[in-house]
């Protein structure tokens, strides 16, 4: 398992510059959607109010399924494999340890 190509320092950084790309682009389109107030004015920007309402609801559900569910389910899938790869090792250890007497 050492070897593998995910446990590699540039594959780390290659992997983390992916995800912040991944990331920043996805909260470009927001600026779209902020309307900026005339001068001397003082207003609080605010995302979910600015802007037309169906479209940040567009972006909105878009943005929860690539931001949040789709990486939860994919965090979830791997804990389930680890933890079977895990269990699986641990009946070899246990099927394999001679008991001295």
């Known amino acids: ?23 920043t682009l996805e909260l470009v389109p927001m600026f779209t959607f902020i309307i900026v107030p005339e001068a001397n004015k003082t207003e609080c920007l605010d995302y979910a109010s600015s802007g037309e309402a169906h479209s940040n609801l567009i972006y909105s559900l878009c943005l929860t399924l ?36």
């Open 66 to 101: 690539a931001g949040f569910i789709i990486p939860s389910s994919v965090m979830i899938f791997f804990y389930y494999k680890t933890a079977a790869l895990l269990k699986h090792l641990q009946k070899e250890n246990i099927n394999t340890v001679k008991i001295e007497k």
């Open 1 to 23: 398992f050492r070897q593998h190509i995910l446990q590699r320092k540039t594959s780390a950084i290659i992997v983390c510059i992916v995800i912040w790309t991944a990331v």
